[in-house]
């Protein structure tokens, strides 16, 4: 009865679906460690180095992204996101559970990732809304953005959400304590997983 | 969103683990169905063909087992018993999930099993004491019963035990309400996993 391996959990969802609330409450009440990502972009105000993101020259992070040293990472808007294999391996192998919000991109790349410790504790969840209807009262948001924009982010939206197939698990979201419940079984169930418990 | 395709979850255990309530319980809160098995034994008074067992005679049973189709079957004391297919997959591919208390030989029956509708639903779980301790306590019982007798069961417990790592999930049994809560969080991730909702 050894000492447990970590999970990796990667979670992703269109804009609305309710994912970085799971993942953060999660990450609240203690269940798993939320990863801190590097990131070129400036620091607002507010944002601590290491707590938020780990603000990294534009130099530094190619360097390290070229030395093969991120898990994922992808550049949004000119500024380059990524996290690091060392902000989650060694917490893994500690039996510390890891959550991590990306996109569908991001998560390909964990999927594809080699590295044993990666593939042992990774596994993913997709997040949607249970049908269109829903999707786009969840966009609409306060009402006060133009058709134009709410009919962009639907498309968005759905384009996203036609990647639901290339995860191990979906989740349907509606009611906000329902959602949260189903979600903290999944890594109660992956706790119970045997191949990280030899 | 297409109709989910059931889970059959195959749940072995030693003697005292507790697996059987888990079961039943489950079955019982109406979340998934017990399957019936085939035996050649005689039915005990109050046993209702059909319900608790397909009572067969040993040519019926025999014939149907050479003709394939038991998806697990045991000769225990004499007696034949197994699980027939069409028992489980007309009802899996209903979405009904189905639970079932296999040993572990019933289990690598299973886990053997080539038919595509059995390889897509089944998911198994070990259900163990935490230690030996616990099972020895678990064992003992009213403690009416002989050393020998008790040392023979701790044997037999230890040597069942000895095949968690086949398992897919291994569940340390402790406080009732605990596992089995542990186990119904087991049941609702396997129902948000992606291949069963293709």
Not at 44 to 51: D, L
Not at 68 to 82: D, R, T
Not at 132 to 142: F, K, N
């Amino acid at each position: 009865m050894s000492q447990r391996n970590g999970i990796l959990l990667v979670v992703s969802g269109p804009s609305g679906s309710g994912k970085t609330t799971l993942c953060r409450r999660l990450a609240d009440e203690g269940e798993a460690r939320y990863s801190v990502s590097c990131t070129t972009r400036p620091a607002r105000p507010g944002e601590i180095n290491g707590r938020d993101y780990h603000f990294l020259s534009r130099e530094e992070f190619l360097a390290k992204r070229d030395a093969g040293e991120f898990l994922e990472s992808a550049e949004v808007h000119g500024n380059l996101y990524g996290t690091l294999k060392t902000e989650v391996i060694g917490p893994l192998g500690n039996g510390t559970d890891i959550v991590m919000d990306l996109d569908v991109q991001g998560a390909a790349q964990v999927r594809a990732c080699t590295d044993a410790e990666i593939r042992l504790a990774a596994v993913d969840l997709f997040v949607m809304p249970r049908n269109e209807e829903e999707l786009l009262a969840r966009l609409s948001g306060r009402g006060t953005d133009s058709e134009e924009v709410i009919a962009l982010r639907m498309k968005n939206a759905l384009g996203e959400m036609s990647h639901w197939p290339e995860y191990t698990y979906r989740l349907l979201s509606g009611d906000r304590e329902e959602d949260f419940s189903r979600f903290k079984s999944l890594v109660i169930a992956e706790r119970m997983r045997v191949c990280r418990l030899l």
